[in-house]
C-alpha cells in the first residue's frame, strides 16, 4: 500500500488551463472522493496519476517515488473506468488474468489470485460467461475484479457507477465500500454525484473549475463549508441562500423578514450577505417571526415531507421529519437554526466566521 501525494500540480490542454495549482495529500489505505462540476478537472487529475495524461507542472508521488515521466504499468495502480473496458471476445475469468498473464505470473499465481478475487466479489459463477452476458452490475464488479487481482498500491475509479440504475449504483457503492474496507487499499475515487462523496469518502476533495475549493471529511464539509460554492454543492436537497444586509445586530433580508446572526459568524454592520440555511434546519415559527413565504408544491416521501415555497420570488427547500398538512398557496413562517446556520459574504462567497 501507498500514500499519493500531489503538490502544485498544473495542466494544460493547448493554451487553456485546466488544472491550476492542485495540491492534494492522501494518506495510505484512505479512501479520498475528488468530487465537483462536470469539467473541474477532477478527471483530468485521475488521468494524471494514473500516466494516462503527462503532467504540465508540479510533483506526483506515489509511496517514496516520483511518478511524473513513469508509465502507466511502472506505477502500480489499478484503474477502474466508467465504461468498464472489458475484452468482448474474452470470458470473465480471461478478463480478470489478461493483465497478470502480460506480467508474466505463474499460472498457478493467476489461479490463486482470480479465485481470491472471484470469492470476494461473487463472481465464482460466472468466470466462463462473456460480458456481453452480464448485467451492468456485474460488469462492473468484474472490472474491479481485474483490479483486484493485480494487488496494486493505489485504486484509481473513474466514475465506475454513472452507467447503472439508482437502485444498483446503491448497491454498488456499499460494495465498493466494503472491499475498501476489507481490503484498506488506497483508493481515489472520481464522481460528479455528491452523495456518492458523502456516503463513500474518509476524505473529500471539492474541485472547481481546476481548482481545490476545500478538503476533508463528508461531515467537515456538510456543517463547515468554507464557501458558498462547497455549501450548495455538499448536501442534497442543496442548502438555502438568502440575500440580505446586517443591520442592528440582524439580517434583514430582501423580502423585509429578518433573521437572528447564525451563532459561528459576525459581521459588521451594513455588510451585504447571504443567509445559509439546509432545508432540514427549518422549522415551522409562529405568524410574524422568521421568513414568511408561500408554499408552491409539498412532495411527501415518508420517512419526510419536503416543502418548496417561495419567498420574495426566489424559491426555497424545507425538509420536515414530522407530518404536516401544507397546502399549494398557503402561507408559511420558518425558522431557522441559528446554530447551523451560515452567512457568506455576497462579494467572495466566503463563509463569514465568529470572532476569536
Not at 449504483?169 to 484498506?184: D, S
Amino acid at each position: 500500500m501507498a500514500s499519493v501525494s500531489i503538490s502544485n500540480v498544473f495542466k494544460n490542454f493547448g493554451k487553456s488551463p485546466i488544472i491550476k495549482g492542485v495540491s492534494i495529500d492522501i494518506e495510505d489505505a484512505e479512501f479520498v472522493v475528488l468530487v465537483g462540476p462536470s469539467g473541474c478537472g477532477k478527471s483530468t487529475l485521475l488521468r494524471m496519476i494514473a500516466g494516462l495524461e503527462e503532467i504540465g507542472a508540479g510533483e506526483i508521488r506515489i509511496g517514496e517515488r516520483v511518478v511524473n515521466n513513469m508509465p502507466p504499468k511502472e506505477r502500480d495502480i489499478a484503474m477502474v473506468f466508467q465504461n468498464y473496458a472489458l475484452y468482448p471476445h474474452m470470458t470473465v475469468k480471461d478478463n480478470m488474468a489478461f493483465s497478470l498473464m502480460l506480467a508474466k505470473e505463474s499460472a498457478q499465481s493467476i489461479e490463486e489470485r482470480i479465485s481470491k478475487a472471484s470469492k470476494i466479489l461473487a463472481l465464482d459463477s460466472l468466470l466462463d460467461r462473456f460480458p456481453r452476458q452480464l448485467s451492468g452490475g456485474q460488469r462492473q464488479r468484474v472490472a474491479m475484479g481485474r483490479a483486484i487481482v493485480r494487488d496494486p498500491q493505489v485504486f484509481l475509479f473513474d466514475e465506475p457507477l454513472s452507467n447503472l440504475d439508482a437502485n444498483l449504483r446503491v448497491l454498488m457503492r456499499t460494495e465498493i465500500k466494503e472491499l475498501h474496507q476489507r481490503l484498506q487499499t488506497t483508493s481515489i475515487y472520481v464522481t460528479h454525484d455528491q452523495i456518492e462523496a458523502m456516503t463513500m469518502a474518509d476524505k473529500i476533495v471539492v474541485m472547481r473549475d481546476g481548482r481545490v475549493e476545500q478538503t476533508g471529511t463528508p461531515l467537515q464539509l456538510y456543517d463547515l463549508p468554507d464557501n458558498q460554492f462547497v455549501a450548495g454543492f455538499i448536501g442534497s436537497p442543496s442548502m438555502n441562500f438568502l440575500p440580505g444586509i446586517i443591520k442592528g445586530g440582524q439580517v434583514i433580508l430582501n423580502s423585509g423578514d429578518s433573521l437572528p446572526i447564525p451563532t459561528s459568524a459576525a459581521a459588521d454592520e451594513g455588510r451585504a450577505v447571504n443567509y445559509g440555511v439546509r432545508p432540514e434546519h427549518l422549522s415551522v415559527c409562529q405568524t410574524g417571526e422568521g421568513i414568511t413565504n408561500q408554499v408552491i408544491v409539498v412532495e411527501p416521501t415518508g420517512a419526510e415531507t419536503q416543502v418548496f415555497s417561495k419567498v420574495a420570488g426566489q424559491q426555497i427547500t424545507s425538509v420536515f421529519r414530522e407530518r404536516h398538512t401544507f397546502r399549494p398557496g398557503e402561507t408559511l413562517h420558518l425558522m431557522p437554526d441559528k446554530a447551523r446556520a451560515h452567512l457568506f459574504d455576497q462579494a467572495s462567497g466566503q463563509r463569514i466566521k465568529a470572532s476569536p
